[in-house]
C-alpha cells in the first residue's frame, strides 16, 4: 500500500497525520485522486483547480522527483512512499 509522507505544515488538513496509507496505486493522480475524496483540504494545497500540481510544491515518488518523472502520470508502485514537499520562500 502506497504511503504519503506529509510534512509539518500540512498535517492539519490530514487530520494531524505525518503519514496516510492510501489504497490507490497505479499513478500519482490515482492517489491524489483517493487523497481528494478522504482529504480534501489537503488536496487543494497539492493540486490547483484545474487539477494539477501547485507549482510550488514538490512531490517526489519513492525519492523521484515527479515533474522529472511523468507529473501526475509517475508510476507508483503498491510499496511507494510519496512525500510532499511544499516550498520555503523567504528572504
Excluded: F, H, K
Excluded at 51 to 69: A, F, I, P, Q, W
Excluded at 80 to 89: F, L, M, R, T
Amino acid at each position: 500500500m502506497p504511503t504519503l509522507l506529509i510534512p509539518g505544515v500540512l498535517r492539519a488538513e490530514a487530520g494531524g497525520a505525518a503519514r496516510l496509507e492510501v489504497t490507490a496505486q497505479g499513478s500519482l493522480g490515482a492517489v491524489l485522486d483517493e487523497v481528494r475524496d478522504r482529504w480534501p483540504r489537503l488536496e487543494r494545497r497539492i493540486r490547483d483547480e484545474s487539477g494539477t500540481l501547485r507549482r510550488y510544491v514538490n512531490v517526489y515518488v519513492d525519492g523521484e522527483d515527479c515533474r522529472r518523472s511523468g507529473g501526475l502520470a509517475t508510476a507508483v508502485p503498491p510499496a511507494a512512499e510519496i512525500q510532499v514537499i511544499p516550498s520555503v520562500a523567504g528572504g
